[in-house]
């Protein structure tokens, strides 16, 4: 059975950083695309970050040039570095992969979100 890990969330000062970072276990094939999504207060759920299985990347306009996306398909984690943050980044991130399995074809799975509060 795969599972998702995040971790590496927290409280932290506006300007700050945090790495949160993505585990996937079980038995895996492959895992195509990786991405990070955030849930905000009262917000809906919206994309942060992709990448391909081929690392080509993609961004959110707000996070562009502040959050980079990487993975290492090795250790089966996808990283999300957060510089810069600000008081709108806080929400609830999740991580998203696309994984194919012995067993199954690719399928969508999710994380259970680890919680960034970016706050003075």
């Known amino acids: 059975q795969v599972q998702l890990v995040e971790s590496g969330g927290g409280l932290v000062q506006p300007g700050g950083s945090l790495r949160l970072s993505c585990a996937a276990s079980?038995?895996?094939?492959?895992?195509?695309?990786m991405a990070w999504y955030r849930q905000g207060p009262g917000k809906q759920r919206e994309l942060v970050a992709a990448i391909t299985g081929g690392g080509t990347t993609n961004y959110a306009g707000s996070v562009k040039g502040r959050f980079t996306i990487s993975r290492d398909n090795a250790k089966n984690t996808g990283y999300l570095q957060m510089n810069s943050l600000k008081p709108e980044d806080t929400a609830v991130y999740y991580c998203?992969?696309?994984?194919?399995?012995?067993?199954?074809?690719?399928?969508?799975?999710w994380g259970q979100g680890t919680q960034v509060t970016v706050s003075s």
């Open positions: 079980g038995t895996i094939s492959s895992i195509y695309g």
């Open positions: 998203n992969a696309v994984i194919a399995t012995p067993k199954s074809s690719a399928y969508d799975y």
